[in-house]
């Protein structure tokens, strides 16, 4: 059985980094999307300080999906191009949105939520959903939680796509 242990890093860079470790830890020689999108959301939602929503969208049919996900119950779909996962989909980059409610077209599925970081998941090119975090607290998420959340996108992606 895998255990969730909090990354002792000295900076948010170190964070990242042992937290994407562990993340391939858990994710190795297991190849189902909807298996590693459940384990990632629940590893970056009991490991990252002050969030209080992690989960998957995907894209489907055109618009975006509720995949899983750990935290309050969520919107079911997104148009792309609507709110913030939309988007970061309809841009094809992330986005870090420090206050929620200044954000145009923001969709507030939980009305706690003030700042948001959504990563767009990209296949051979083309976007398959978004990683989205929520927080609590006014622009909790940074540039450095951009690019460590970019490198564990990276991660599932690579253990979902991957033939070990």
């Known amino acids: 059985m895998f255990s969730v242990t909090q990354p002792a890093a000295a900076n948010k860079t170190e964070f990242y980094q042992e937290l994407s470790l562990q993340l391939a830890s858990l994710l190795q020689g297991e190849h189902d999307s909807i298996a590693n999108a459940a ?31 750990q935290g309050k119950p969520a919107c079911i779909r997104i148009a792309v191009g609507s709110g913030v996962c939309g988007t970061a989909v309809e ?61 564990l996108a990276a991660v599932f992606l690579r253990s979902v796509h991957s033939k070990e």
């Open 39 to 69: 384990n990632t959301a629940a590893l970056l939602y009991h490991t990252l300080p002050d969030v209080n929503w992690v989960g998957f969208y995907f894209l489907k049919g055109g618009e975006l999906v509720l995949g899983p996900f």
């Open 91 to 151: 841009r094809r980059e992330s986005i870090v949105v420090p206050d929620v409610n200044a954000f145009p077209g923001h969709i507030a599925c939980d009305s706690d939520s003030r700042s948001e970081l959504v990563v767009p998941l990209m296949q051979a090119g083309a976007i398959i959903g978004v990683l989205d975090l929520d927080s609590p607290s006014l622009a909790r998420f940074d540039e450095t939680d951009r690019i460590g959340c970019e490198t």
